[in-house]
């Protein structure tokens, strides 16, 4: 059996942090050999033993906590936000003086969310309709979610490069929102409820027939296997890898 | 055993008509001894020894047809729409005079949709939040549907009537459409996808829990059993009944 | 505005009787008046000026609770379990002794599941064919649930009475379990899935149109809201009331 | 403007062969040369000057209608069952001799239900748990239907590849049948219900998330947007393909 991956975690307190120690606790492949919070001081990893880094930090400090990792040849598993593409671009920079190195920045952890969002986009192409509904608990302050408008851009990108047409409406006349926002042409409706969590649904319908992918989300313990895929995964990986897409294994 | 009811269908050339003509042949405690186009004289169901009479028309005829119906003590099930609160006083007038005659017109014959409409609007009054998705084929004219703006309305009434309050939504940022169109305070969403018939879908939420009735209609056969059962039911219900609800069985 | 019900909680340290303690503490129009764990003496009610109660205990004690709140004329709603026929029976002879004061006893207080119930076993009458799915997590040790093998008997004692036949089924070759448990004539299907919690699901089917009843149940907070219903209810209801579907509103 | 593809349809007057003749009909980039029943000689499609050949005939006819147009150069998009290996492994050698002649043989051209297996055997690798409920009409005399089998089989495959275990399971106690049909130790669970056509559900689920994936098929019309891309596919795929998925750009 080969030896344990040593995975250091920064952000340990956070509401994330505490899920993501709890799993690597419990994976038999993964030894926890660091813990740290926003006091502790990062150069302690390399004294822990770390070969591999996850980082639930805040976006202040996530970059450099990053390139701390890489300088030192760790592998990296991020899921702080805030790294747009100039941060991006100087990583990858970074990267290149570190050739096997491996880093994971991703936007969502959960497989069974980016799983829909890959699946829906791919098959968006081949119906001659599409609409997306998210469902979230009332307390959410924005709608669409931010998953959904990002969902609607892919689909939308996949039917344009495909050369498919708008989606067949023949409304006239409509009571105002009833058939919901537009995004890049796609039509997003959401839902808010109480006793709901997090849910999205694709429906795509042709000629008799109809696919729906849905993906429901309860809680922040679905992002754990995802981050465990990552670290299993990000040293076979050199490089900057952006999406946890990038490493599942979707092609036919 | 009883003898069969002696039925005689109005507008039996129609598509709802032609379908009626195949249900009532095919049911056993039923004879069909009338089929009437627009053509046929009405005084003809007197001959044929009609007791039931179908008006599947149009709102051109209904109104005569059932009155003549009536003051021939025939009892009527009647589809035909446009019978607005005069006529159907006048209606109801003229039934004292028959105090043994029944009619009932119904607006919708799907026994799944009548009965979705109404548990919806009981159950709603018992949830925190509610709102209705429907969706429809993309050839549709109208947005929110009918139906779904007739239960929004009756959702919203029986809240009313319960001082339940609005359905909670922190929602700041949004989309112009995002959430629905507004129906008496109820949030609507209208889907129109190819391959889809007629489908409506109540979600009703609580702390801890989630309530959908969901209706599916895929063609005109879905609207003969209500029709059937009106038939057999009307004899038993002198006066006007307005809606198939009045007939069903759903007290507890 | 009325004075706010006075209420003691017995069994309030247990994982249902901390709920209700919350719940209660919350509702503008109740007072906590005591809160005993199963070492208080149930006397103290008494001097805590208690005019309702809530039981959560266990079977062992409920049935003397009870008696004792009936006896010195409170009001009692009672989610534990073990009241059989027996015990219900004694009860009800003591009630007459006190013919304003009012007992529910709740095997479930979720409303929604209460109304999923009570309307699929009212519809199913209506429809060719109806089935039944649960999906449960995959911990549960019995299948089907309790839940859907009560529901599928309640269905199918309602199309008993209506005459309803047995749904029609072709089936000529299936593997062993393909086509669910049999339920009184009805088709129960288990599915057990990480991720669940609860849910449940009744399909009916007729010529062109489906309705499905559908109830998720996501954790015991959904529980309350019918605690609070029941407490607000019971002074109004002398006498002793068996399920919770007797307190709501569910007649056309 | 490329010149239309010229398309003839063997089996034109059966089911399916009568939706392929409106289909290409109405496709403005295929021009339909020849459409022969069974009475008609295959010569007349060389004297048609057809390119493409769609085989919608009898096993027993199938093989030789393909290997002629084979042998003539001419590309073939067969949905006709009964090709086993032996006939395919013939063919393939066939298609040795005319090495830029290509054929798609597909046991199902419905691009929902194919995307929707394909995604399926993908997506459940990545999840501790997975179930399938395929839903049909109830003259149907098969229980599960071939395609949930089918479907079930991958998904094993998918598992076993990735090194997955099988779904966790408590359960203890069960009514025979509940728990549905093991495939290959996958739970497939089958519903008969009136006025359904042919639905599958593949449940998903890990801790705190699940990913459903849904098919619908209302009718045959929904086996033509497969044909035809089968039609404008198959001259840039020489040689056999089996199964529609080879076709469909399903990488990320």
Do not use: C
Not at 2 to 16: F, N, Y
Not at 17 to 33: F, K, R, T
Not at 224 to 238: E, F, N, Q
């Amino acid at each position: 059996m080969t030896s344990p991956l040593k995975v250091a975690i920064l952000g340990a307190h956070g509401r994330m942090g505490s899920e993501a120690v709890a799993a690597v606790n419990n994976a038999v492949d993964m030894e926890l050999v660091a813990a740290l919070g926003s006091k502790d001081s990062i150069e302690s990893i390399l004294e822990a033993g770390a070969t591999h880094v996850v980082d639930l930090t805040v976006p202040a400090v996530s970059e450099q906590n990053v390139r701390f990792a890489v300088s030192h040849g760790l592998h990296a598993v991020v899921g702080t936000t805030g790294w747009d593409d100039t941060k991006r671009a100087s990583l990858t920079e970074l990267l290149t003086e570190h050739p096997e190195t491996g880093v994971l920045i991703a936007p969502n952890f959960a497989l069974g969310s980016v799983l829909a969002t890959a699946f829906a986009a791919k098959a968006s192409q081949y119906f001659e309709s599409v609409e997306l509904i998210e469902l979230h608990h009332p307390n959410k302050v924005d709608a669409p979610s931010g998953t959904a408008v990002r969902t609607a851009e892919l689909i939308a990108r996949s039917r344009a490069a495909a050369g498919v047409g708008p989606s067949p409406d023949a409304t006239e006349s409509s009571l105002d929102g009833a058939r919901g926002a537009d995004v890049d042409g796609i039509r997003v409706h959401a839902v808010r409820l109480r006793g709901l969590v997090a849910h999205q649904e694709v429906l795509m319908g042709g000629e008799g027939e109809q696919l729906t992918i849905r993906h429901d989300s309860y809680d922040r313990a679905s992002f754990m296997p995802g981050v465990l895929l990552g670290l299993r995964t990000v040293a076979s990986k050199p490089g900057l890898t952006y999406g946890l897409d990038g490493y599942l294994d979707l092609g036919l």
